[in-house]
């Protein structure tokens, strides 16, 4: 008597995997972005950009919301991974059945890259075997980026970008003035509540954000996002920050701005913003010397800027 277990016709087999299949990953990214390029330099850094398809949204022209890219992201932002996994698992030996997985928040993109490549060195991320300390910490990093960092950045980004964008509408009833009380509001918050924050983190940690001796995926992040403001000794011609504040107050900050700008500045990257910086100089000139001091250390008086 046969002791194999009776199975009805109607289940199907257990899926296989497909050999000799590759997964294709293509990261939708607009390099105006510094989420974007926070990604981009953390795949440049671990050698493994050529892995990705990188498919740049044209906003100009509205690539943004376009039926295709909505049925990606509804929320119209970017980056956006989609990695196509074609016949990872598959039923009745069809290799053709693929299954995507859309990521579209930069913090698990980033996680999910060194997860996939095993980053755990430099601009990556540590291993949770090898060092669980250090890896939850750069992991909740990364989860409090938006509540710390980037929300620092956007109450003092906000107010420039509408200001810019309505400023060449050509009806000036349309246009949106720079609120320059405002701004200097804004910038006096993030400066009290947001940044004292990160230069806490960094003099504990060694000038990183996280415990180690190397920077991880979260000091990349964190320095897109603060380095954009820079001011120090740049000429009021350099279109590759807002120059908008001095980081003086903050020495470790300032110090692990400069140390990572080596690293992490890239011109062909920054092409994309620096049309959107001159935009912002010619509609709102004023907000490019907000940071200006006479030599006294003493803010000007004058038309142009106002009492930081």
């Known amino acids: 008597m046969s002791l194999t277990p009776f199975l009805p016709p109607s289940i199907p087999p257990p899926p296989r995997i497909a050999k000799n299949k590759m997964s294709t990953i293509t990261i939708y990214v607009n390099w105006a972005s510094q989420p974007c390029r926070s990604v981009r330099r953390i795949c440049d850094l671990n050698g493994i950009?050529?892995?990705?398809?990188?498919?740049?949204?044209?906003?100009k022209n509205s690539e943004h919301l376009s039926e295709s890219f909505l049925k990606i992201n509804q929320a119209r932002t970017v980056p956006v991974l989609v990695e196509t996994s074609p016949g990872i698992f598959t039923q009745d030996?069809?290799?053709?059945?693929?299954?995507?997985?859309?990521?579209?928040?930069?913090?698990?993109?980033?996680?999910?890259?060194?997860?996939?490549?095993?980053?755990t060195g430099k601009f990556?991320?540590?291993?949770?075997?090898?060092n669980p300390l250090a890896h939850y910490?750069?992991?909740?990093?990364?989860?409090?980026?938006?509540?710390?960092?980037?929300?620092?950045?956007?109450?003092?980004?906000?107010?420039?970008?509408?200001?810019?964008?309505t400023g060449i509408k050509p009806d000036p009833k349309d246009r949106i003035p720079l609120d320059l009380e405002k701004l200097k509001e804004r910038i006096g918050f993030v400066q009290t509540n947001h940044y004292p924050l990160i230069e806490n983190k960094l003099r504990a940690n060694n000038g990183w954000l996280c415990s180690g001796n190397?920077?991880?995926?979260?000091?990349?992040?964190?320095?897109?996002?603060?380095?954009?403001?820079?001011?120090?000794?740049?000429?009021?011609?350099?279109?590759?920050?807002?120059?908008?504040?001095?980081?003086?107050?903050?020495?470790?900050i300032s110090a692990w701005l400069k140390k990572l700008e080596v690293v992490l500045f890239d011109?062909?990257?920054?092409?994309?913003?620096?049309?959107?910086?001159?935009?912002?100089?010619?509609?709102?000139?004023?907000?490019?010397?907000?940071?200006?001091?006479?030599r006294?250390?003493?803010?000007?008086?004058d038309n142009t800027a106002v009492d930081m």
């Open 214 to 252: 190397n920077p991880t995926v979260a000091d990349v992040f964190a320095w897109m996002e603060l380095w954009q403001f820079t001011k120090g000794d740049r000429s009021d011609d350099d279109l590759n920050t807002f120059q908008m504040i001095d980081y003086e107050q903050f020495p470790f």
């Open 49 to 59: 950009t050529d892995k990705i398809n990188w498919k740049i949204i044209d906003f």
């Open 124 to 130: 990556g991320i540590p291993c949770v075997k090898a």
């Open 93 to 119: 030996n069809n290799d053709d059945v693929s299954t995507e997985l859309i990521l579209n928040e930069s913090p698990a993109i980033a996680q999910y890259l060194c997860d996939k490549f095993n980053l």
């Open 296 to 301: 006294n250390g003493n803010e000007k008086v």
């Open 137 to 165: 910490q750069v992991i909740n990093a990364l989860h409090n980026h938006h509540n710390v960092v980037r929300v620092a950045s956007m109450e003092v980004l906000t107010l420039w970008r509408v200001s810019a964008f």
């Open 267 to 294: 011109e062909k990257l920054w092409e994309a913003s620096r049309g959107f910086i001159q935009l912002g100089r010619i509609v709102v000139p004023q907000a490019a010397i907000l940071a200006n001091k006479n």
